[in-house]
T-cell receptor, first 111, second 114 residues
Framework: TQLLEQSPQFLSIQEGENLTVYCNSS?????LQWYRQEPGEGPVLLVT???GGEVKKLKRLTFQFGDARKDSSLHITAAQPGDTGLYLC???????????WGLGTSLAVNP | IAGITQAPTSQILAAGRRMTLRCTQD?????MYWYRQDLGLGLRLIHY???????GKGEVPDGYSVSRANTDDFPLTLASAVPSQTSVYFC?????????????FGEGSRLTVL
């Protein structure tokens, strides 16, 4: 059962555009992480959010954790070709604190 | 700083052959993991180790085995490879066993089983 749904699956935009990708679940997460994976490489952590309603900024990237800790969003302002990659969310859920991965959003930013 | 080193980078293997994917980390992390990544299925945990000397089964352990003789090394063995094990394999590590810290990934090993 896929507990973390990411949308959209694919996104192709022009340089300079803004975009938002989403990570949604019916489960409550104690924390949620966002990773970026470039072709031929492993995922790299961007941010960890732990508090409902929390907003974190990383340069042009803004991450938000939902108030109920069931969802999260990543907003990129003025996207650049270097933002191209697969964006993955991963949440810690349940009494066994299992790490659940979404399938990712594949982003292509065209020059 | 090397972080996590995986070998080989890629391999083509005949079905039925035995294969070991190597993973070494130099960060003295306690926890280590093996994932496979497949299109449409995402990252799936194969096996993990919370500390040297211990291992555990993940989501898709069948056909794979691991060992953790020391802190740094966490090899993954396919005893008798099958085509469904064609995938990209990622080794990862984390300082602590709790699933809250940053996961550090290797660059992956692309395995094709014919």
């Amino acid at each position: 059962t896929q507990l973390l749904e990411q949308s959209p699956q694919f996104l192709s935009i022009q340089e300079g555009e803004n975009l938002t990708v989403y990570c949604n679940s019916s489960s409550v997460f104690s924390s949620l992480q966002w990773y970026r994976q470039e072709p031929g490489e492993g995922p790299v952590l961007l941010v960890t959010v732990v508090t409902g309603g929390e907003v974190k900024k990383l340069k042009r990237l803004t991450f938000q954790f939902g108030d109920a800790r069931k969802d999260s969003s990543l907003h990129i302002t003025a996207a650049q070709p270097g933002d191209t990659g697969l964006y993955l969310c991963a949440g810690v859920a349940g009494n066994n604190r299992k790490l659940i991965w979404g399938l990712g959003t594949s982003l292509a930013v065209n020059p | 700083i090397a972080g996590i080193t995986q070998a080989p980078t890629s391999q083509i293997l005949a079905a039925g052959r035995r294969m070991t994917l190597r993973c070494t980390q130099d960060m003295r992390h306690n926890a280590m993991y093996w994932y496979r990544q497949d299109l449409g299925l995402g990252l799936r945990l194969i096996h993990y180790s919370n500390t040297a000397g211990t291992t555990g089964k993940g989501e898709v352990p069948d056909g794979y085995s691991v060992s953790r003789a020391n802190t740094d090394d966490f090899p993954l063995t396919l005893a008798s490879a099958v085509p469904s094990q064609t995938s990209v394999y990622f080794c990862a590590s984390r300082m602590d066993r709790a699933n809250t810290g940053e996961l550090f990934f290797g660059e992956g090993s692309r395995l094709t089983v014919l």
